[in-house]
């Protein structure tokens, strides 16, 4: 029979009494089991010191990824920019700030309303867009209040 996992608690006493090789050793196995957690621990190496850096990649990964949406069908396009939904909230969930998550909602949300084909015809794509800046306006609230203001002003433009 299979042990449930450890609690966090449990977890973090018992790495407490790990030596920093033997961390290592774990983290290194870790990464190897899934693509995400090895990309999380590339952003909490590499990347969480440099965090403009960090959304302005995950930008241009964004443009890519729009560029090459297959626009042949309606079907393909909300397949694709749900993907990228997707890919872009993995992002926000390793960056852990609510700035972070603001700047690339609000920037995910300009890419939408710009595409073309247009997408204001199609009921789930408006749908979608209004379920995000409804989420971005909740967010905004959690800020100090010069990032409220700018980020408001974003908002503006896009509604």
């Known amino acids: 029979m299979i042990n449930k996992p450890e609690s966090i608690k449990g977890l973090k006493e018992e790495l407490r009494q790990r030596s920093a090789g033997e961390l290592v050793e774990l983290c290194l ?11 999380l621990l ?8 440099d965090e403009p850096g960090y959304i302005k990649s995950v930008k241009s990964d964004m443009d890519e990824q729009f560029e090459q949406i297959n626009t ?7 397949k694709s920019i749900r993907k990228i939904l997707k890919n872009t909230r993995k992002h926000i969930r390793y960056s ?17 309303k710009n595409f073309r084909p ?6 789930s794509m408006n749908n979608l867009h209004s379920r995000l800046m409804e989420s971005v306006k909740k967010s905004i609230l959690t800020l100090h209040e010069d990032l409220q203001y700018d980020y408001g002003k974003a908002i503006e433009g896009l509604l």
């Open 96 to 112: 852990g700030k609510k700035e972070t998550e603001v700047e690339l909602l609000i920037y995910f949300c300009f890419k939408m």
């Open 29 to 39: 196995r870790l990464s190897r089991f899934k693509k995400e957690n090895k990309e």
């Open 42 to 49: 590339t952003y909490l190496l590499f990347d969480s010191t």
């Open 72 to 78: 042949t069908s309606s079907y393909f396009i909300k």
């Open 118 to 123: 247009p997408l204001q015809n199609n009921t």
